[in-house]
């Protein structure tokens, strides 16, 4: 009896491992802040020969590598949302539904949801019909207060990014207040200058708790360590975002550059 239960709980072993999916994965990692891997986020999908928000930019950006997508998410005048940056009154013709892209997606990356943190109730109730919850990331600069009040219930299940300006003033504050009521797991910092003292004090404050999140796509957004940069010399870019101020997850338009950088660094 005992071998036939030994037996049985290594099959049953297997079988989990076995189920876990890519997307599994990542989310560990990416909730895992003593792990010194660097995520890759890729913006709007790979989106340089497709439509950027489309199922297809989705797919280039997981053939390229990608750890995660960011999607922009609008809803219509009639209450559907759909991926598309800019604002919309009504569905634009050949537009990706989000329920679309979710399917795409499931098991596959992380999801960032973008631009759309105030419909999050509706959004859940498309993750859930989707089975993809747990691939999702919403990011807000909204207060911690407000944030878990709207997520209510969902609070401590779903993955919440704060967005905080470094070189704004109250951005220790807003992470004194983050952590006291959210402790979240990522933290996204856009800042334009990188010699602002308070990028050094900010990591402090959630140095082995959390992830810091940079964007790559402009150089408004991290202090000029940006694509265009790294193209011609990574390490000044990309490298110094890591080696300065730890970043580990960096949301870029290069995917496939910024997969192959980190392969090789």
Same mark, same amino acid.
């Given at each position: 009896?005992?071998?036939?239960?030994?037996i049985?709980?290594?099959?049953?072993?297997?079988?989990?491992?076995?189920?876990?999916?890519?997307?599994?994965? $990542?989310?560990?990692?990416?909730?895992?802040?003593?792990?010194?891997?660097?995520?890759?986020?890729? =913006?709007?999908?790979? &989106?340089?020969?497709?439509?950027?928000?489309?199922?297809e930019?989705?797919?280039?950006?997981?053939?390229?590598?990608?750890d995660?997508?960011?999607?922009?998410?609008?809803r219509?005048?009639?209450?559907?949302?759909?991926? =598309?940056?800019?604002?919309?009154?009504?569905?634009?013709?050949?537009?990706?539904?989000?329920?679309? /892209?979710?399917?795409?997606?499931?098991?596959?990356?992380?999801v960032?949801?973008?631009? /759309?943190?105030? =419909?999050?109730?509706? $959004?859940v109730?498309?993750?859930? !019909?989707?089975g993809?919850?747990?691939?999702?990331?919403?990011?807000?600069?909204?207060?911690?207060?407000?944030?878990?009040? %709207?997520?209510?219930?969902?609070?401590?299940?779903?993955?919440?990014?704060?967005?905080?300006?470094?070189?704004?003033?109250? /951005?220790?504050?807003? $992470?004194?207040? @983050?952590?006291?009521?959210?402790?979240?797991?990522i933290?996204? &910092?856009?800042?334009?200058d990188?010699?602002?003292?308070v990028? !050094?004090? /900010?990591?402090? %404050?959630? @140095?082995?708790?959390?992830?810091? &999140?940079?964007?790559?796509?402009?150089?408004?957004?991290?202090?000029g360590?940006?694509?265009?940069?790294? %193209?011609?010399?990574?390490?000044?870019?990309?490298?110094?975002?890591i080696?300065?101020?730890g970043?580990?997850v960096?949301?870029?338009?290069?995917?496939?550059?910024?997969?192959?950088? %980190? !392969?090789?660094?």
């Open positions: 009896m005992k071998r036939v239960l030994l049985t709980a290594a099959i049953t072993q297997a079988l989990a491992c076995y189920a876990q999916t890519r997307a599994d994965a $990542i989310r560990a990692r990416l909730l895992d802040a003593s792990d010194k891997s660097v995520l890759v986020a890729s =913006h709007r999908g790979v &989106w340089k020969d497709v439509p950027e928000n489309s199922v930019a989705i797919e280039a950006a997981i053939n390229a590598g990608a995660i997508v960011e999607l922009d998410v609008r219509t005048i009639a209450g559907e949302l759909i991926l =598309h940056h800019g604002p919309v009154l009504f569905r634009p013709a050949g537009a990706t539904t989000l329920e679309e /892209a979710l399917l795409a997606v499931k098991g596959r990356a992380m960032n949801i973008d631009k /759309a943190f105030v =419909h999050f109730r509706q $959004i109730e498309i993750a859930e !019909k989707t993809t919850l747990n691939q999702l990331v919403f990011k807000s600069t909204m207060s911690a207060a407000k944030a878990r009040g %709207l997520m209510g219930e969902y609070a401590d299940e779903v993955i919440f990014m704060p967005i905080i300006k470094i070189c704004s003033g109250g /951005a220790l504050a807003s $992470i004194v207040e @983050y952590e006291r009521i959210l402790s979240p797991g933290y996204e &910092w856009v800042f334009n990188d010699s602002n003292p990028l !050094k004090v /900010a990591g402090s %404050l959630i @140095y082995g708790k959390s992830r810091i &999140w940079v964007n790559t796509m402009w150089g408004s957004l991290c202090g360590h940006d694509d265009t940069v790294s %193209l011609s010399d990574p390490d000044s870019g990309y490298g110094w975002l080696r300065e101020i970043t580990s960096m949301q870029t338009d290069e995917t496939a550059f910024l997969v192959e950088y %980190l !392969k090789n660094r």
